[in-house]
T-cell receptor, first 113, second 113 residues
């Protein structure tokens, strides 16, 4: 069966520091991968999605970036965090191709102070 | 752009009773998918039920069922025999295949013992 991992689970970072959040999927090949952000009490907003290595689309212009160094690994990064980057970050995957159903990881709670 | 609206920020129900959560969406497409996700206090998003727009039959998963009204662009979730473990935020979501999920703002469901 497929599983999705995210780490770290919780992160507290100062303003201006770098960020690296990691997501990996097991038990499937060539998945579609997604990064979402959820502000407190709000719905989810798509940040990036990837249908393959070196194929990453950005939905919201910001100081975040995403990379996919391996087929089942998706990384969310920032060179300098802002206070507004605080939130809950969720990674999701779907079966490669035109699959519609996304499955989510446990999430990372990021607090920028 | 597609939008999803959940007009009930909070709902409550007595244990063992039935509750219906409302969702409306806006799209000009004819082929799409609709979902209900549950987010318990752990904050991991869990897929509850999925509906394909081209199917007239309403989806059912055990105690969870939907009322899909395509012409009215309505997609409500019915939870029968409510259990304490059903307490969570529920999000309605829309997608067109391997693209982003568009989420509503969520409905917080409380189960009263």
């Amino acid at each position: 069966s497929q599983t999705i991992h995210q780490w770290p689970a919780t992160l507290v970072q100062p303003v201006g520091s770098p960020l690296s959040l990691e997501c990996t999927v097991e038990g499937t090949s060539n998945p579609n991968l997604y990064w979402y952000r959820q502000a407190a009490g709000r719905g989810l907003q798509l940040l990036f999605y990837s249908i393959g290595i070196d194929q990453i689309s950005s939905e919201v212009p910001q100081n975040l970036s995403a990379s996919r160094p391996q087929d089942r690994q998706f990384i969310l990064s920032s060179k300098k965090l802002l206070l507004s980057d605080s939130g809950f970050y969720l990674c999701a995957w779907s079966v490669g191709g035109v699959s519609d159903t996304q499955y989510f990881g446990p999430g990372t709670r990021l607090t920028v102070l | 752009a597609q939008t999803v609206t959940q007009s009930q920020p909070e709902m409550s129900v007595q244990e063992a009773e039935t509750v219906t959560l409302s969702c409306t969406y806006d799209t000009s497409e004819s082929d799409y998918y609709l979902f209900w996700y549950k987010q318990p206090p752990s904050r991991q998003m869990i897929l509850v039920i999925r509906q394909e727009a081209y199917k007239q039959q309403n989806a059912t998963e055990n105690r969870f069922s939907v009322n899909f009204q395509k012409a009215a662009k309505s997609f409500s979730l019915k939870i029968s025999d409510s259990q304490l473990g059903d307490a969570a935020m529920y999000f309605c979501a829309y997608s067109q295949g391997a693209q982003k999920l568009v989420f509503g703002q969520g409905t917080r469901l409380t189960i009263n013992p």
